[in-house]
């Protein structure tokens, strides 16, 4: 049920700006905030990004996010080593009542 | 500190029913919305389903809805899933999350669930 796309990938050398994007609808991203996650496989999942551009404490100020419309996006600049992890974009859809993650972006650094 | 801690995974048949359990440390579990996602093998995150503070509201990806049922113990301070008719497609790493999209979003390690034959 994944009405949220994203790029399957994304890259860059380190020191970088990467920028996924996530593409969605009226009934999601239209209407309700966009949150971010990151995701190492066999770990659990973190929230990186909620309420389109706010960072939970811990999370450093090179993520940050932004939405207009029916999209949104997820940068990282200053790109290091260790943000090489899968990352999801979601928010809830409120024709399907249910909470969509998007189709997630694998990002390599180089 | 905030722990939570799945439990209850495993191999099942197909038509099998299984129970995951979620324990919640560090906090009431009563004073947040509560969710499991799943995530298949190879596929990205799938939420599952979510229940509201008080229990009042329940909502279900539709590929579960009418199988899976998830509730919550007070006095136990716990999360449940209930699985039945459980399919291949099932079969996935499920989380157990608290506030999946708020700033006090937690997750669980995960329980893995196997539906094969």
């Known amino acids: ?110 | 500190e905030v722990q939570l801690v799945e439990s209850g995974g495993g191999l099942v048949l197909p038509g099998g029913s299984l129970r995951l359990s979620c324990v919640a440390f560090g906090f009431t579990l009563n004073d947040f919305w509560m969710s499991w996602v799943r995530q298949a093998p190879g596929k990205g995150l799938e939420w599952v389903a979510n229940i509201k503070e008080d229990g009042s509201e329940k909502y279900y990806v539709d590929s579960v809805k009418g199988r899976f049922t998830i509730s919550r113990d007070t006095a136990k301070n716990s999360l449940y899933l209930q699985m039945n008719t459980l399919r291949a497609e099932d079969t996935a790493v499920y989380y157990c999350v608290r506030a999946v999209g708020s700033s006090s979003s937690w997750w669980g390690q995960g329980t893995l669930v196997t539906v094969s034959s």
Do not use: M
């Not at chain 1, 450093?60 to 090489?84: N, V, Y």
């Not at chain 1, 999801?88 to 189709?103: E, Q, R």
């Open chain 1, 1 to 110: 049920q994944s009405v949220l796309t994203q790029p399957p990938s994304a890259s860059g050398t380190p020191g970088q700006r990467v920028t996924i994007s996530c593409s969605g609808s009226n009934s999601n991203i239209g209407r309700n905030p966009v949150n971010w996650y990151h995701h190492l496989p066999g770990t659990a999942p973190k929230l990186l990004i909620y309420t389109n551009n706010q960072r939970p404490s811990g999370v450093p100020d090179r993520f940050s996010g932004s939405k207009s419309g029916t999209s949104a996006s997820l940068a990282i600049s200053g790109l290091q080593s260790e943000d090489e992890a899968d990352y999801y974009c979601a928010a809830w859809d409120g024709s399907l009542k249910a909470y969509v993650f998007g189709t997630g972006t694998q990002v390599t650094v180089l």
